[in-house]
């Protein structure tokens, strides 16, 4: 599974701060976890069981910045099946 051009679009934006964020995309549930700047890290994306956890793929960013806080590496590496 890849990450579409539509949901990069959602996790390019700034949430709230080491924050898990529970939403809808499309048919799939999704959560994402935020670091301590807002930005997302950690992407659950698939169906939610009767428990609340989501079974199918995971995401995880590198986002590496310098010290101006130009972004040096931006991209997600899928982790496998959850």
């Not at 130009?70 to 099946?81: E, L, S």
Request: glycine letters at 8%.
């Amino acid at each position: 599974m890849k990450i579409g051009d539509k949901l990069l679009k959602k996790l390019q934006k700034t949430y709230a701060p080491s924050t898990m964020i529970d939403f809808t995309f499309e048919r799939y549930d999704a959560a994402m976890k935020t670091d301590e700047a807002g930005h997302p890290i950690l992407l659950f994306v698939g169906k939610k069981d009767d428990k609340g956890k989501i079974k199918g793929h995971r995401f995880v960013r590198t986002l590496i910045r310098d010290q101006a806080d130009k972004v040096i590496k931006d991209h997600w590496d899928n982790h496998g099946k959850v």
